[in-house]
Nanobody, 125 residues
Framework: QVQLVESGGGLVQAGDSLRLSCAAS????????MGWFRRAPGKEREFVAH????????YYADSVEGRFTISRDNAKNTVYLQMNGLKPEDTAVYYC??????????????????WGQGTQVTVSS
């Protein structure tokens, strides 16, 4: 069982940066690949970024490539999402998720076993 708690969301202006954190409980965090998803108002949840269990590989949605960076610290049981150059269209609730199924089909939300409660990111223009 893994419990995930996101933090770091807030209200910022376009062009600003934010760093989201996702703290995981349990001693097996390092065995899980991790992902970030988001859900904007009136839209379906969408994939944002994924990182392999050891941080060796990272993948991004086209919409955030070059602006967002996912990383993890297995010693701290935490995964991060550094978001730079934020745009109003990045406004959403951001969720972290853990998968025991590796990095196969990492964009699919149904591949993830555990989810956090989400943190709101609002970007004003």
């Amino acid at each position: 069982q893994v419990q995930l708690v996101e933090s770091g969301g807030g209200l910022v202006q376009a062009g600003d940066s934010l760093r989201l954190s996702c703290a995981a409980s349990g001693r097996t965090f390092s065995s899980y690949a991790m992902g970030w998803f988001r859900r904007a108002p009136g839209k379906e949840r969408e994939f944002v970024a994924h990182i392999s269990w050891n941080g060796g590989k990272a993948y991004y949605a086209d919409s955030v490539e070059g602006r967002f960076t996912i990383s993890r610290d297995n010693a701290k049981n935490t995964v991060y999402l550094q978001m730079n150059g934020l745009k109003p269209e990045d406004t959403a609730v951001y969720y972290c998720a853990a998968t025991s199924r590796g990095s196969y089909s990492y964009t699919r939300s149904d591949r993830y076993n555990y989810w956090g409660q989400g943190t709101q990111v609002t970007v004003s223009s």
